[in-house]
T-cell receptor
Framework: KQEVTQIPAALSVPEGENLVLNCSFT??????LQWFRQDPGKGLTSLLL?????REQTSGRLNASLDKSSGRSTLYIAASQPGDSATYLC???????????FGTGTKLQVIP | DTGVSQDPRHKITKRGQNVTFRCDPI?????LYWYRQTLGQGPEFLTY????????KSRLLSDRFSAERPKGSFSTLEIQRTEQGDSAMYLC????????????FGSGTRLTVV
């Protein structure tokens, strides 16, 4: 059974800082991993999808990496902005091809 | 296509009442999923459809819960005899193939049982 853990649970940083969010998973047979953003009371927005053949993906100020051997993924946010304040969730396939297992998320606050 | 749509956005109901939520997936997506998210937690898988067939159900889905996708397009999730513990965000997602690629979530329906 896939279990996904995210550390830290909450993070508060001043605007402009670079930061790293961590995600660890138990099933190394993971074949892709995705990072999502969730604003309060809203649904999930996909940020980056990393296929198992890839080591990282980049989109603007975001960079996500995947290390299957250690069971870890990181989301790097460069030059953080107040608009980055949200909860960030990582997710991987769990228990088959259909369902997805989510971490509990990291709640990020970027202070102006 | 504007993505995955869910209706209503918010629902407040009295304990014991029945509620029904609707999800309209991206039109070409054949797979549809329901998740439940409680405060401070990640979404938890409830059930999965491929076209009109319900292929997997979580044990979280008690017999008070039923989901349908009658024509392989929109889906409904019904909760009978609601309980306060049912209060949560109910999220729908759709995809074209297996895995996470193209997995798209709706904005969710927030249910409050009073």
């Amino acid at each position: 059974k896939q279990e996904v853990t995210q550390i830290p649970a909450a993070l508060s940083v001043p605007e402009g800082e670079n930061l790293v969010l961590n995600c660890s998973f138990t099933d190394s047979a993971i074949y892709n991993l995705q990072w999502f953003r969730q604003d309060p009371g809203k649904g999930l927005t996909s940020l980056l999808l990393i296929q198992s053949s890839q080591r990282e993906q980049t989109s603007g100020r975001l960079n996500a990496s995947l290390d299957k051997s250690s069971g870890r993924s990181t989301l790097y946010i460069a030059a953080s902005q107040p608009g980055d304040s949200a909860t960030y969730l990582c997710a991987g396939p769990g228990g088959g091809y259909q369902k997805v297992t989510f971490g509990t998320g990291t709640k990020l606050q970027v202070i102006p | 296509d504007t993505g995955v749509s869910q209706d209503p956005r918010h629902k407040i109901t009295k304990r014991g009442q029945n509620v029904t939520f609707r999800c309209d997936p991206i039109s070409e997506h054949n797979r549809l999923y329901w998740y439940r998210q409680t405060l401070g937690q990640g979404p938890e898988f409830l059930t999965y459809f491929q076209n009109e067939a319900q292929l997997e159900k979580s044990r979280l889905l008690s017999d008070r819960f039923s989901a349908e996708r009658p024509k392989g397009s929109f889906s409904t999730l019904e909760i009978q005899r609601t309980e306060q513990g049912d209060s949560a965000m109910y999220l729908c997602a759709s995809s074209l193939g297996a895995g996470l690629d193209g997995y798209t979530f709706g904005s969710g329906t927030r249910l409050t049982v009073v």
